[in-house]
């Protein structure tokens, strides 16, 4: 497969480890970070060493996995350690993890000594489809998903297939739900054929044409100024429900259970409030709700859900903006609802899955 040339980078698939130890050779970098979470540490850092056995002058800045460290308070511990280890301003920061580290690494990078070079080698699906490609940045503040960062562009991004091998079925089916969202917003053929896909083996076309459609999306919009914002079909409501999960129970949602959850809801205000044609609004929830598992949404959590929404960063004086199907393959943006509206397609959630 081809590397995809986005904004001023390459995204690199085959034998893209081997890219990395070229890219390095090329280069002339003062000092080499590389910014890892526990998880990939201890098993995705030897297949560092494997591709790079002769890389010996770096140092590895570590933190713990979960959304919940996407804060300020752990990017401040990255731009310490930066500076403890002598980090200058021709330095590399890569980011090898999902996408708490590469969204957090990105931010880090960006705005260290007013930016320095960073790469991205997403190692979870999730991130491989969608983190990593886009050249957005970012953290939480408090209980607001990605509400600050920056838009900067990585000097590559490194795909291995080989690094899904270390994920369970769990944190595949997370990643599987941005590939669903993609087919449904830009490419029926590819909605219908991810539907055959094993989920234990996902086929490295899959995440080539993922990347393939949301690079599309962003080199056209790299600002998000307006196609780019189909990309949060599911979001607008599935984020929210993640942060009520991830603030409420000790074992939350994963960042694509709750997108599967937002995609039923948003389908639902597609169909009211789009022209999505009922038959395909019930196409979309059945095969959505076979992937995955049904989340016990409360009528109690209601305000606090809507309170999340209220502060998402793609509202417009004070409105809440979706992007929402016309049809399966295409998507409208720019389009606000108001809260009874978004309480019924919470409703129409609770009915299907009681």
Known sequence: MQPIQSNGYAVFFDDSLKQLK????????????????????????????????DLEDYDIIEVDPGEENKNIDYCIGVWRMLLDFGADR??????????????????????????????????TLLSQVDASVGGKTGIDLGS??????????????????????TLDERQLRSGFAEIIKHGLIADRDYYYRIQQVPLENMPAEIVYRSVEIKN??????????????????GHTIGHAVETYSLMNYSNPLLHGEAIAVGMICEAYLSFKHNNLSEQELQEIVAYIRSVYTDYPLKTASYDEVLEFMRNDKKNTNGNIGFALLKTIGACDYNIYLSEEQIVESLDYYRSITV
């Open 144 to 165: 607001i998903k990605n509400i600050i960062g920056t838009f900067a562009q990585p000097k590559a991004v490194i795909i291995s297939a080989e690094f899904l091998k």
């Open 216 to 233: 599309q999306v962003v080199t056209a919009d790299p600002f998000e100024k307006g196609l780019r914002k189909t990309l949060n079909f």
């Open 22 to 53: 070229k890219l390095l050779d090329e280069s002339q970098y003062s000092k080499v970070f590389f910014l890892t979470d526990l998880n990939t540490s201890q098993h995705c850092m030897p297949l560092i060493g494997k591709y790079l056995p």
């Open 90 to 123: 021709n330095s590399l920061l890569i980011n090898l993890g999902g996408g708490v580290v590469t969204d957090m690494g990105g931010f880090a990078a960006s705005t260290f000594k007013r930016g320095i070079d960073f790469i991205q080698i997403p190692t």
